[in-house]
T-cell receptor
Framework: AQSVTQLDSQVPVFEEAPVELRCNYS??????LFWYVQYPNQGLQLLLK??????LVKGINGFEAEFNKSQTSFHLRKPSVHISDTAEYFC???????????FGTGTRLKVLA | ETGVTQTPRHLVMGMTNKKSLKCEQH?????MYWYKQSAKKPLELMFV???????ENNSVPSRFSPECPNSSHLFLHLHTLQPEDSALYLC??????????????FGSGTRLTVV
């Protein structure tokens, strides 16, 4: 069965510094990959997704992620973070053509002034 | 109105009450979901409806009862809840299959407190 690992439960980073949030998944079978962001007392909002094609995916708010099939990873990056990026970030994976997503446990990004 | 709308945003209920959570999507999606999000715990998938048919029920206690009367609406009926049921309940929808996968669209959630 699919599983998703977000190794870092919390990541503190100073404003304007780069950040990487790590995500690894268990299966090398064809998958779709997603990153979501959740602000306090809100639902999850889609940041970006990988379905096929280029392994470097660009999303909203200046985030990007790279699909690495050999390492079964889909790490999220931003070259320069803002205070407003403080939120919880979830990685998710689904087997192609299925309705069910497996979510990671989330990484809380705290941007410090 | 677009997206996924959940009502109410906040709900406080006693353990003997009966209440319902409502979710509505205007995206033409063919699947809808209920998730439970508790503090310091992973997102828990509760129910999945595909084309108005329940396709998944992840060992959820019977005090939670879902209903999907049509492809745009999803309800979660609550009765005789326990304090540990206090959580953020999230509704989501998606379009899966050959049409591709645009990802889940989530509502803003209902913050439920059981007293």
């Amino acid at each position: 069965a699919q599983s998703v690992t977000q190794l870092d439960s919390q990541v503190p980073v100073f404003e304007e510094a780069p950040v990487e949030l790590r995500c690894n998944y268990s299966s090398s079978v064809s998958v779709y990959l997603f990153w979501y962001v959740q602000y306090p007392n809100q639902g999850l909002q889609l940041l970006l997704k990988y379905l096929s094609g280029s392994t470097l995916v660009k999303g909203i708010n200046g985030f990007e992620a790279e699909f690495n099939k050999s390492q079964t990873s889909f790490h999220l990056r931003k070259p320069s973070v803002h205070i407003s990026d403080t939120a919880e970030y979830f990685c998710a994976v689904s087997d192609r053509g299925t309705y069910k997503y497996i979510f990671g446990t989330g990484t809380r990004l705290k941007v410090l002034a | 109105e677009t997206g996924v709308t959940q009502t109410p945003r906040h709900l406080v209920m006693g353990m003997t009450n009966k209440k319902s959570l409502k979710c509505e999507q205007h995206l033409g999606h063919n699947a809808m979901y209920w998730y439970k999000q508790s503090a310091k715990k992973p997102l828990e998938l509760m129910f999945v409806y595909s084309l108005e048919e329940r396709v998944e029920n992840n060992s959820v206690p019977s005090r939670f009862s879902p209903e999907c009367p049509n492809s745009s609406h999803l309800f979660l009926h609550l009765h005789t809840l326990q304090p540990e049921d206090s959580a953020l309940y999230l509704c989501a929808s998606s379009q899966f299959g050959r049409q591709g996968d645009g990802g889940y669209t989530f509502g803003s959630g209902t913050r439920l407190t059981v007293v």
